[in-house]
């Protein structure tokens, strides 16, 4: 099972990026999937995840009306579109994987597997 975040990279303030979270081994439709971030020097968050029943979303407030988590489940992939972009959203960005079973709410979600990190940095 293995889990790889991408779409990275260095965008001014204000800007987009779509980060694509993809897997191995495993389809992702069966699974609770989230993001999450680290920024330097700072404890690991939840930004969003999305459930597997009826792909019902969740986002900390900070990302709420300008994050959006969805899924292609015909490519097996989970994205995060990121708009509006913020200098504090610099972080290295996490996918990660959770049962149908577990958690994903407003209150966060319960992992069983992580994924790779992404960079993203936003400028000033």
């Known amino acids: 099972v293995q889990l790889q975040a991408s779409g990275g990279g260095l965008v001014q303030a204000g800007g987009s990026l779509i980060l694509s979270c993809t897997a191995s081994g495993f389809t992702l439709n069966y699974y609770n999937i989230g993001w999450f971030r680290q920024a330097p020097g700072r404890e690991r968050e939840g930004v969003s995840c999305?459930?597997?029943?009826?792909?019902?979303?969740y986002y900390t407030d900070s990302v709420k009306g300008r994050f959006t988590i969805s899924r292609d489940n015909a490519k097996n992939m989970v994205y995060l579109q990121m708009n509006s972009l913020r200098p504090e959203d610099t972080a290295v960005y996490f996918c990660a994987a959770g049962s149908r079973s577990l958690s994903c709410n407003s209150n966060g979600m319960d992992v069983e597997y992580w994924g790779g990190g992404t960079l993203v940095t936003v400028s000033s």
């Open positions: 999305i459930r597997t029943r009826a792909n019902r979303t």
